[in-house]
């Protein structure tokens, strides 16, 4: 079988596409433009990269983004002084702390400054507890995208066994919650887990995010499943997966690429919790 390709970098632009409708409206109905802070600390070059993508996205749409760019050798109050700030200014709708930061400065601390509402990752506790009960909250975006993606293959989740590998709170995490909500049986796996192959065969839909370069191969991979890629790491200047494209694509039914899966609905789902909290 050779896979269905699932073209994030399309279905990306049509949600871009409809986030700007929406954006110009919001402006006419009720004069409100949404404002995106994001914050860098420190040189690392791939945040660097991931930021100026998030502006450019925003800047594509009509969101106002501003990005706030600290040394490394800030200090964890000046850092969360700015939050507070941000908290109540009223031009700013989302705020975003871009992670990792460097180790002096406590992460969860800081992300625990950010009014909920304004949370676009989703990574405030309060957030992330309305997810585990399943209320209405702001999703993390990797983890929403990544489900968008799934439904847009129109597979059903309900009932399907879903693997994930991960546990990260940036995606594992969330992502099992969100395919729990929708009825899936799912199993979390990670870096302890026994007999992963085993587990990750039986898996009708295959969430893979652990940031190890090809680490799954096709042997992994039961026949016709949907297999979604969240890995991107860097490996002389080329992008790798987590899978081993050339391999899963001969066994799957519908397979993300990287790049072009999962990556640009990150940033479309972030640009729709941003759109959200201007709008609410
Ligand atoms: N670093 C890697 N992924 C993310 C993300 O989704 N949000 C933030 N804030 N930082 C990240």
Known sequence: MKANIIDGKAIAKKIREDIRQKTIKLKEDRGIIPGLTVIL??????????????????????????????????????LLKKIYELNEDEDVHGILVQLPLPKHIKSQIVLNAIDPQKDV????????GKLVIG??????????????????????????????????NIVGKPVSLMLLHKNATVTM????????????????????????????DGSYIKEGAVVIDVGTSRVNNKLYGDI?????????????????????????????????????
Not at 55 to 61: G, I
Not at 190 to 212: C, F, M, P, W, Y
Request: net charge negative; proline share 5%; aromatic share 6%.
């Open 121 to 128: 990752d989703g990574f405030h506790p309060v957030n992330v």
């Open 244 to 280: 081993k494209f050339e391999e899963a694509v001969n066994k799957a039914g519908w397979i993300t690429p990287v790049p072009g899966g999962v990556g640009p609905m990150t940033i479309a789902m972030l640009l729709e919790n941003t759109l959200y909290c201007a709008q609410t």
């Open 41 to 78: 600390v420190g040189d690392d070059p791939a945040s660097q990269i991931y930021v100026r993508n998030k502006e450019k996205s925003c800047r594509s749409v009509g969101i106002n983004s501003n990005i706030i760019h600290y040394d490394s050798n800030i200090s964890q109050d000046t």
């Open 189 to 216: 796996c990670h870096s302890k887990t026994e007999d992963l192959k085993d587990i990750a065969r039986q898996a009708d839909i295959l969430v893979v995010a652990v940031g190890n370069p090809e680490f799954i």
């Open 135 to 168: 209320e209405k909250t702001l999703e993390p975006c990797t983890a929403k995208g990544i489900i968008y993606l799934i439904e847009e293959t129109g597979i059903e989740i309900e009932g399907k066994h879903a693997v994930v590998i991960g546990r990260s």
